[in-house]
């Protein structure tokens, strides 16, 4: 049963009895469903974050920062060992929230989550000119914002407002320093065949943070599945463990 956290900011469903020694933070256009699985013997808790399922959307275009900083409260309710689970895009925030309080979080799990940018390619001359165009009055901007519903990835096209926005904000971001101050372990699983985050680009990851663990899922891909979602609970034991 979903229950309201952070005065109505938050909606997160819990597992397990006592306080909760697992946070655990889903990706993009998902929800708390996909994580509560990933527990074992711990008891957890699995929110929705601000945007998605029943928590309401932030007034503003937060980065992944921002969504660390009103999630943190939360991690003062945790039970030790206090592990932070994130897929995708949760796992950003999770990334964020280690950074940014290490006495806190004491194990960090990552699935699935982009944190090396790929090669970024520069606008095409028809874009460029289309855009600059734009931003001169010359053409309304509904020309511009048909050339983006057309070429954009499919989270931008089903995001609207100010999720468009947050989302724009977070494709831009870069995690280089962040992952660099993380001080707890990191246990990263990913699907063999994740093309969101692919799993060769990942390993520069692990060597930025200062302690990190890959794992590769055979047959997986960047969705929770079944062995996915067996290697992630692995995963958190093993951090609680480690952690203890």
Same mark, same amino acid.
């Given at each position: 049963? /979903? ?28 929800? #708390? ?20 399922? @029943? *928590? ?21 309710? /945790? ?7 994130? #897929? ?10 280690? @950074?940014?309080? =290490? ?18 390619? =520069? ?20 020309? /511009? ?12 096209? @089903? ?14 971001? +870069? ?17 063999? #065949?994740? +093309? ?23 047959? *997986? ?5 079944? =062995? ?14 480690? *952690?203890?």
């Amino acid at each position: 049963m /979903l229950s309201s956290l952070l005065n109505g900011q938050v909606f997160g469903e819990r597992v397990g009895s006592g306080a909760p020694a697992v946070l655990a933070l889903h990706g993009w256009r998902r929800t #708390h469903a996909d994580l509560m699985g990933v527990f074992g013997d711990l008891p957890g808790l699995a929110i929705d974050l601000p945007g998605f399922g @029943a *928590s309401p959307t932030p007034t503003e275009a937060w980065g992944s920062p921002e969504y660390a900083t009103a999630l943190l409260p939360l991690l003062d309710d /945790l039970a030790e060992p206090r592990i932070v689970v994130g #897929h995708s895009f949760g796992g950003r925030v999770a990334v964020q929230l280690a @950074a940014a309080a =290490p006495e806190r979080v004491k194990g960090l799990v990552l699935t699935g989550v982009p944190l090396i940018r790929g090669e970024v390619r =520069p606008p095409s001359l028809g874009y460029r000119l289309l855009r600059g165009a734009t931003n001169k009055g010359l053409i309304p901007a509904k020309y /511009l914002e048909a050339r983006k519903q057309r070429t954009g990835s499919d989270d931008y096209r @089903a995001a609207t407002g100010v999720m468009r926005d947050i989302f724009v904000t977070l494709v831009n971001e +870069t995690y280089d320093d962040v992952m660099k101050r993380v001080q707890c372990p990191v246990f990263m699983v990913w699907g063999e #065949h994740d +093309t969101a985050a692919p799993p060769q680009r990942n390993k520069r990851a692990q060597a930025l943070f200062p302690q990190a663990r890959l794992r590769i899922v055979e047959g *997986s891909g960047h969705l929770i599945d079944a =062995p996915l979602e067996a290697a992630v609970r692995d995963a958190v034991q093993q951090a609680a463990e480690v *952690s203890a």
